[in-house]
């Protein structure tokens, strides 16, 4: 199990911007693929965008040309930047890890942090 804590959430206006940010307790080159999802209240969790090992990105159809995805590897983090965000952005936002064990997969996810859009 790889531990991920999200940091950078809060309260933003309509139009405003957020990087949200998902500290990995190994190193990146460990892990096969990262990614953002988000839960809204009443709904269920969806993808926003995944990077893969490679660099690979890809992207809810919601969120293209408004956020963005990278690494640090040297420091083992993710980071999402969001603009241009709107009231339909809000939820918690978690991220995920993805590390090849033999033949297995294994998905590690982060506690969560809250965005809210809102005026």
């Known amino acids: 199990q790889v531990q991920l804590v999200e940091s950078g959430g809060g309260l933003v206006q309509p139009g405003g911007s957020l990087r949200l940010s998902c500290a990995a307790s190994?190193?990146?080159?460990?892990?096969?693929?990262m990614g953002w999802y988000r839960q809204a209240p009443g709904k269920q969790r969806e993808l926003v965008a995944t990077?893969?090992?490679?660099?690979?990105?890809n992207y809810a159809d919601s969120v293209k040309g408004r956020f963005t995805i990278s690494t640090d590897n040297a420091k083992n983090t993710m980071y999402l930047q969001m603009n241009s965000l709107k009231p339909e952005d809000t939820a918690v936002y978690y991220c995920?890890?993805?590390?090849?064990?033999?033949?297995?997969?294994?998905?590690?996810w982060g506690q969560g942090t809250q965005v809210t859009v809102s005026s």
């Open positions: 190994t190193s990146i080159f460990s892990i096969y693929a």
């Open positions: 995920s890890a993805d590390r090849v064990l033999g033949a297995t997969m294994s998905r590690s």
């Open positions: 990077i893969a090992s490679g660099g690979n990105t």
